[in-house]
């Protein structure tokens, strides 16, 4: 993988982990375009580093609310801040049962799926197009509410599903405040995204042997920078009630995807 190809995929990485497109769906869109050729190992290290700066960039624009959520449960208290964690915990189970049990099933739809991408990404645009006409609430994330959001986000492990469209939308659609609810689902993802990148380190199945370590570099920096980027403008934008722009967006990408798959 050249500069270039590093540069775009990053920042296609850190735009949509966030804005919700579909990180997962594009990355797979981006290489297919780009005519990845890559080997496994060296697409999933490369994978795990932009998954590792998105990541970062979440703990960096949150990183007060983090801190005040460690310290809050740290007291063991069963205060709001504890609440929130224990919520957030609720929230990774459907995801991890997911990832534990059906890895293999998951695995077999990337690859180079355009039509279920396209497809995917069709069923992101309505749920973005419900959410955005829903009324705004006061109303916090429950623990109900969490475990079902969890669901959402489990069911977006597939390529096209956008997470955060997903859970964003999910929240809102269950009467909860659409500010509180994108602040739950950037958060509920951080320790998913590193559970998945020591389980991947820790399988043996990445290769670090010529490696292009530039790339890999250049990579990281463009997905963190763009991830600030997005995190920070999604968080407005549902506030705002925009998210009917990117259920436009995904639609059309989505047809595109599914005509290219036909006529291929």
Excluded at 204 to 214: A, H, L, V
Aim: hydrophobic share 55%; proline share 2%; net charge positive.
């Amino acid at each position: 993988m050249d500069i270039i190809d590093s540069i775009i995929l990053g920042i296609l990485q850190g735009l949509t982990e966030f804005l919700p497109v579909s990180s997962s769906g594009h990355l797979e869109l981006g290489k297919a375009i780009l005519g990845d050729q890559s080997v496994p190992e060296e697409s999933l290290l490369f994978t795990v580093v932009l998954h590792f700066a998105t990541a970062l960039s979440t703990i960096v624009v949150f990183r007060k609310d983090i801190y005040q959520l460690i310290r809050g449960a740290l007291n063991f208290n069963w205060n709001a801040d504890l609440k929130f964690f224990v919520k957030i915990a609720v929230s990774m189970i459907p995801a991890v049962v997911v990832g534990l049990f059906f890895e293999t099933q998951l695995e077999q739809l990337f690859g180079g799926n355009i039509f279920l991408v396209g497809w995917m990404l069709m069923v992101t645009a309505m749920l973005l197009f419900l959410a955005d006409k829903a009324k705004n609430t006061n109303k916090p994330v429950s623990f109900k509410n969490a475990f079902v959001i969890g669901v959402s986000q489990a069911v977006a492990m597939l390529p096209g599903i956008s997470r955060s469209g997903a859970t964003i939308s999910t929240s809102v659609l269950l009467g909860n405040d659409k500010t509180k609810a994108a602040r739950f689902s950037f958060l509920m993802v951080v320790p998913l995204i590193f559970g998945k990148i020591a389980k991947d380190i820790l399988s043996g199945d990445i290769s670090t042997e010529s490696q292009n370590f530039t790339a890999l570099s250049i990579g990281f920096i463009a997905a963190f920078i763009s991830g600030l980027f997005a995190c920070t403008w999604m968080i407005a934008l549902v506030k705002k009630s925009k998210l009917s722009y990117f259920a436009a967006y995904c639609l059309v990408v989505g047809l595109i995807a599914v005509w290219i798959s036909w006529i291929n």
